[in-house]
């Protein structure tokens, strides 16, 4: 497993660049909560899952590196440090899960100590990391049987290990289904701009031996008419409760062409991914990046300063969704996440306790 991120007893948080990778391995050390707000902004730290993760030990770093006696500026600093990763980014789900789950903490301990408060907010990061762990070996044995016995799967941007505290969610799915010892042949897409899938799938699926192309992104409807996919899976940022997915850009072209050439396309997401209260895909913020990030490839200018939009995700419409893999089951059209809020809350439960 690649280790992207640790929290030491040093109280210092330990992550893997991403922006340099697959050319430099660089590791970043730091006992500054606004280094990690900064490499979350800039996706030195990426992916749903792992953000979330990295936000919630940011938060404990935020804690410890406080010196107060006074526990209404403990308060105050404690709402600032969370409030600055909700600024971060606005579109993955699990990025507001965990600093829900670490305010929460802190509200139902604020009387204690400020040890204790710490000690309990480091109690529930580590539970949202061992969980999501635990929530990827899931989805990829609930997913691997979609998979056929020899398949060739296409994916976009990077939602495996780098992604998430475990082994992916998409790209999970994958390796289970390799272990099973099924034959999967993997056509990962470029993701213009900032070549997600070009730089850290190609990575990672190398380093867990899954043959693979990297294409280019304009290639893959030609590949599914040559009938050289099988299934596309993508991971997703934020799900709405009628199954609409958000996932990186170029997300929806995919689908549409996958429902054009009758190919199935699924989206693989723990429960910490789907916005159980919103109805609508449309209600979901669309991140919009800095037009640099188009205008220059690796800081070397590719064009003036002409206009841009670069939003990073898109929406895919629940109708173009043949399935939603989640750690708990496959689910199918039509889907009802509203309607099973309670139930996904109880299962995290049940993981929470398989883990102690
Ligand atoms: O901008 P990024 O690199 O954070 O975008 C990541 C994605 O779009 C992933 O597909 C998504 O977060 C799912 S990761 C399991």
Redesign the pocket.
């Known amino acids: 497993m690649i280790d992207k991120l640790e929290y030491t007893n040093k109280h210092e948080l330990i992550f893997l660049d991403?922006t340099l990778l697959p050319l430099k391995e660089k590791y970043v050390k730091t006992k500054n909560y606004k280094d990690v707000v900064d490499a979350i902004v800039e996706?030195k730290l990426?992916?749903?899952?792992?953000?979330g993760i990295a936000a919630a030990y940011g938060i404990v770093l935020g804690v410890h590196h406080y010196r107060t006696e006074n526990r209404k500026n403990f308060e105050i600093h404690f709402h600032k440090v969370a409030e600055s990763f909700r600024n971060s980014?606005p579109t993955?789900r699990?990025l507001f899960y965990a600093i829900e789950r670490m305010s929460r903490v802190y509200d139902e301990n604020s009387g204690k100590d400020f040890i204790e408060i710490e000690d309990q907010l480091l109690r529930e990061a580590d539970a949202i990391f061992d969980e999501d762990v635990e929530m990827c070996n899931r989805i990829g044995v609930n997913g691997a049987d979609l998979i056929g016995e020899k398949a060739s799967v296409l994916t976009?941007?990077?939602?495996?290990e780098l992604?998430?505290g475990g082994i992916?969610?998409?790209?999970g799915i994958i390796y289970t289904a390799s272990k099973q010892g099924k034959d999967v042949f993997v056509y990962s897409c470029e993701?213009r701009p900032?070549m997600?899938g070009a730089r850290?799938t190609t990575y990672e699926l190398e380093k867990n031996g899954i043959e693979f192309d990297l294409v280019i992104d304009s290639m893959a409807a030609n590949l599914m008419k040559e009938q050289q996919i099988d299934c596309v899976i993508?991971?997703?940022?934020r799900i709405a409760s009628n199954g609409d997915v958000v996932?990186?850009v170029g997300?929806y072209s995919l689908a549409v062409n996958c429902a054009f050439h009758k190919i199935p396309f699924y989206v693989?997401?723990p429960g910490s991914?789907i916005d159980f209260d919103i109805t609508s895909g449309d209600l979901i913020e669309i991140?919009e990046r800095d037009a640099d990030e188009i205008r220059e490839i690796r800081g070397e200018k590719i064009t003036g300063s002409v206009p841009v939009m670069n939003p990073?995700?898109d929406l895919v419409p629940a109708s173009l969704i043949t399935a939603i893999v989640t750690e708990y089951k496959v689910h199918y059209p039509p889907y009802n996440f509203g309607g099973v809020k309670q139930m996904f809350q109880s299962y995290i439960q049940t993981i929470r306790k398989d883990e102690e």
């Open positions: 991403q996706l990426r992916g749903a899952p792992l953000i980014r993955a699990n976009h941007c990077n939602a495996g992604a998430t992916g969610t998409a790209l993701t900032l997600q850290l993508i991971g997703a940022d996932n990186k997300s693989a997401a991914t991140e990073a995700f």
